[in-house]
């Protein structure tokens, strides 16, 4: 599976979401953090801000549901004009039926868990997504440390899904950044999501295309 690149618009400025869009045409998808002040203590966007993302967004739109109830809300972000909507699996009390619902919806589909959270309690989905997001820091916030010991677990599954023969990508999120990215697609990573790394810098195209470089140059090392 190519390197895909996933900048995350948590760490741009949201008085300008369409301009900062602008500001990383180069990358293959634009990762929205959708968070509910339940299942993290932080409120970001919701359904009537993705859906006018999507209108104007020349880029995919993967919705990260860092949300309680999956269940219940995720269509929606489909029906919104999401490309991916990917769920928490500990938040969701029915994931495969969820999952399929999504399916049908016409999305990609993304399950994510938590640092805490074994790559052993997801492997019955690994049939039924598209994705497994492997959160390399709490969900909550951008600009946090990344958790080393999460690449285990993300080595983990790439030979987990090596083994089963699934096209599933590995998603990594949380504190990729220059001195992480060559680790990360080392490990087996598909779709890297990098906010602060890309939105806080003074030229967000120049920092993507560093992060693009930095793992490229890991991969041909191998
Ligand atoms: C964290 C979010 C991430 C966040 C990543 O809960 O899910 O997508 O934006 O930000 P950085 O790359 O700054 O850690
Ligand atoms: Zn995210």
Do not use: C
């Not at 052993?120 to 080393?148: K, R």
């Amino acid at each position: 599976m190519p390197l895909r690149f996933a900048p995350s618009i948590l760490s741009a400025d949201f008085a300008n979401l369409e301009r900062e869009l602008g500001r990383i045409a180069s990358a293959d998808l634009v990762h929205v953090d959708v968070m509910d002040q339940h299942f993290v203590p932080n409120l970001t966007i919701g359904l009537p801000v993705l859906r006018r993302l999507a209108q104007v967004s020349p880029l995919p739109i993967d919705a990260h549901l860092m949300i309680e109830d999956p269940d219940r809300w995720a269509p929606a972000y489909a029906d919104a004009g999401a490309a991916s909507v990917t769920f928490h699996a500990e938040a969701a009390k029915a994931p495969v039926r969820l999952a399929r619902e999504l399916r049908r919806e016409g999305v990609k589909v993304g399950v994510a868990i938590n640092p805490g959270t074994p790559v052993a309690s997801v492997v019955d989905l690994l049939g039924e997504i598209d994705m497994l997001l492997v959160m390399s820091v709490e969900p909550g916030f951008g600009g946090q440390t990344f958790i080393e010991r999460t690449l285990a677990k993300v080595a983990q599954a790439r030979a987990l899904l090596e083994t089963t023969g699934l096209a599933v990508d590995i998603q990594v999120d949380g504190g990729v950044d220059p001195t992480t990215v060559r680790g990360v697609a080392d490990a087996g990573a598909t779709v890297l999501v990098a906010g602060a790394a890309v939105f806080a810098t003074p030229d967000p195209a120049a920092a993507l295309a560093n992060l693009r470089a930095l793992a490229t140059a890991q991969e041909a090392g191998r």
